[in-house]
Nanobody
Framework: QVQLVESGGGLVQTGGSLRLSCAAS????????MAWFRQAPGKEREFVAA????????AYADSVKGRFTISRDNAKNTVNLQMNSLKPEDTAVYYC???????????????WGQGTQVTVSS
């Protein structure tokens, strides 16, 4: 059974940093794409960043480019999202997702974590 478990969310001030982790288990993810999405209250779920399990970074949303970094920790079997220079508009529930095909559309992803709340105070 595939499990994606996010951690690392919290409350931070504008300009601060947080590091999210997504622990993946239950199958081999060698041919999968791993992505981070976020959903703010009243808004649709939106793409943040994606990478292949082999370590190739695929894309970042324009809104986070230069501030967020997606990476993989082989030893811990996790995909991480380092978030720097956080802004109030980054406030959302952040989700980890996995699928054999890459897409920026959340509808295309088969596997999801439960989400972790990130709140950036002004």
């Amino acid at each position: 059974q595939v499990q994606l478990v996010e951690s690392g969310g919290g409350l931070v001030q504008t300009g601060g940093s947080l590091r999210l982790s997504c622990a993946a288990s239950g199958r081999t993810f060698n041919n999968f794409y791993m992505a981070w999405f976020r959903q703010a209250p009243g808004k649709e779920r939106e793409f943040v960043a994606a990478m292949s399990w082999s370590g190739v970074i695929i894309a970042y949303a324009d809104s986070v480019k230069g501030r967020f970094t997606i990476s993989r920790d082989n030893a811990k079997n996790t995909v991480n999202l380092q978030m720097n220079s956080l802004k109030p508009e980054d406030t959302a529930v952040y989700y980890c997702a996995a699928d054999p095909q890459y897409s920026r559309s959340p509808q295309r992803y088969d596997y999801w974590g439960q989400g972790t709340q990130v709140t950036v105070s002004s």
